[in-house]
């Protein structure tokens, strides 16, 4: 019979291995996106995933998976280095921001913007779930993420990582450069959209600053709690935790500072300029109604005058004549300018 394996252990026996004493050596993983094997002087190798795995002394790995795959959720569901709570948040279907810390292990989820093919998906956000100890971590997402696919290539191009935190500190990094880019973006939208509101040609500004609010407002909610997380984070973090799962939460949470400020000036911004909009778009609206009622007001008089004499009765004046038409017509116009006159002069003595 085989031995159990040690809670402190970070491998796994594969099912077919003679050899089950050795604790380092996972086997073959399914449901892998990619596998890299982080050296002790920080170089990082990528490795197969279907490769025979093995965690090497003096290093770590970092292990990311597709939790589509039914076959990589049965697999970590029964890869006993997890406790329970880590299990749940790396497998659970809940998408909300969280990080928790144990004296062996942090875990929790990350939010970051998905990544179509070759083209950032600016208003679509996934997220990363993910556990971590001192020789391993594990990370698995749903979609294609932009700031895990950002770290791999930069460490297949040779960027070296020092601990387990840093790869979290990094992906968090590029989480925020991915939401600095945007924030750019929208200030610059911002900027445009002001130009156009300070003139009177008004098109489709207001569903523009619409979409531009829920962005804004999606990103705050975004980075806000990110920031929260953090700082709880670094105020509950266990005394006997780690050295190489610490992360940098002081300077992370101060770069997502800036950033949240940043996002709140842009949603108040926008709100504002929604605001102005609204008004000129009901001041056009009043200006055409304005219009529109002065226009039936002149047609109402020459309407009742061709009303009457289009009755088809005995007796109507000027059947017979051979100016009837004409005196209709001149009747009409005569109307349409008394009423004319008595509106100008109405608006002549307020």
């Not at 959720?73 to 990080?99: I, K």
């Not at 531009?212 to 997380?229: D, F, K, M, N, P």
């Amino acid at each position: 019979m085989n031995e159990p394996i040690a809670s402190q252990s970070f491998a796994i026996a594969a099912p077919d291995a003679p050899d089950t004493r050795d604790e380092r050596r996972l086997g073959v993983i399914p449901g892998l996106i990619w596998v890299f094997r982080i050296l002790a002087d920080g170089t990082a190798e990528p490795v197969a995933p279907l490769a025979e795995i093995e965690n090497p002394h003096g290093g770590w790995l970092w292990l990311h998976f597709n939790l589509s795959d039914s076959r990589a959720v049965q697999w970590l569901e029964s890869f006993p280095p997890l406790s329970e709570d880590a299990r749940e948040v790396l497998l659970g279907g809940e998408d909300d921001q969280c990080l928790h810390a144990s004296d062996a292990c942090i875990y929790g989820i990350i939010a970051d913007f998905v990544q179509r093919l070759d083209r950032h998906s600016r208003n679509e956000i996934g997220h990363m779930h993910f556990a971590m100890t001192e020789h391993l971590l594990i990370s698995a997402r749903r979609e294609p993420l932009q700031a895990a696919e950002t770290v791999r290539r930069s460490l297949e191009s040779g960027r070296k990582i020092s601990s387990v935190a840093s790869l979290i500190d990094e992906i968090i990094e590029h989480v925020a450069d991915a939401i600095d880019e945007l924030v750019e973006i929208l200030e610059r939208d911002l900027d445009a959209i002001e130009e156009l509101v300070l003139t009177d040609d008004l098109h489709d500004e207001r569903q523009r600053l619409g979409k531009l609010r829920r962005t804004a407002v999606r990103l705050h909610r975004q980075i806000g709690g990110l920031r929260t997380l953090l700082l709880r984070l670094e105020r509950q973090e266990p005394s006997g935790l780690c050295p190489s799962i610490r992360l940098a939460t002081s300077s992370l949470a101060q770069r997502l500072e800036g950033l949240y400020q940043e996002i709140v000036a842009i949603r108040d911004r926008a709100r504002m300029l929604q605001e102005e909009v609204l008004a000129k778009t009901a001041e056009q609206t009043n200006e055409r109604l304005h219009w529109l009622s002065l226009i039936t007001a002149l047609f109402l008089p020459p309407t009742l005058v061709t009303g009457f004499f289009g009755m088809n009765l005995k007796g109507m004046p000027f059947a017979d004549s051979e100016i009837g038409g004409l005196t209709a017509f001149v009747l009409c116009v005569i109307s349409a300018l008394g009423v004319y006159w008595l509106i100008r002069r109405k608006i002549a003595r307020r």
